[in-house]
């Protein structure tokens, strides 16, 4: 049984309720959520953990060309938390952004992510500088 099968079959169990209808209730709730035309609903937000206070992370956004500025070479780090690749995602989606490749690593309480974006307004030097403070900003852990 895979992780998240395992995962599902403890929430059944936990719940009293027959695991393929946990698993039915999943697949019929994920396909509502894709259909629909709306923004997806913002993710739960934590408090931020004893280490991330401890151990803090200054967020850095970089944007860089590759050698015919087609594609971009887009690096985050940051202290984890919870929502944070959703934020990421809001930004370049609200630029349309594509995601063409993408290396999620995170180490402790760090996470130092890459990605390879490419899209129009990445041609333009104002558009850039605004993609990278709006990142910057969402990568920012709270203050909890």
Not at 70 to 90: E, F, I, K, P
């Amino acid at each position: 049984m895979s992780l998240v099968g395992g995962a599902l079959a403890d929430a059944a169990h936990e719940h009293d309720v027959p695991y393929r209808d946990l698993i039915s209730l999943v697949e019929t709730q994920a396909t509502l959520a894709l259909a629909s035309s709306g923004p997806l609903p913002e993710p739960q937000r934590r408090r931020v953990s004893r280490r991330v206070k401890s151990f803090p992370v200054t967020p850095r956004v970089s944007l860089s060309p590759d050698e015919r500025a087609q594609r971009w070479l887009l690096t985050v780090s940051a202290s984890d938390r919870s929502g944070l690749l959703y934020d990421v995602a809001r930004v370049l989606a609200r630029y349309q952004v594509n995601l063409q490749l993408a290396k999620v690593s995170t180490l402790g309480e760090r996470v130092e992510d890459t990605f390879l974006v490419d899209g129009a307004a990445l041609q333009q030097s104002k558009a850039q500088l605004r993609i990278e403070s709006e990142l910057l900003d969402a990568v920012a852990s709270p203050a909890n």
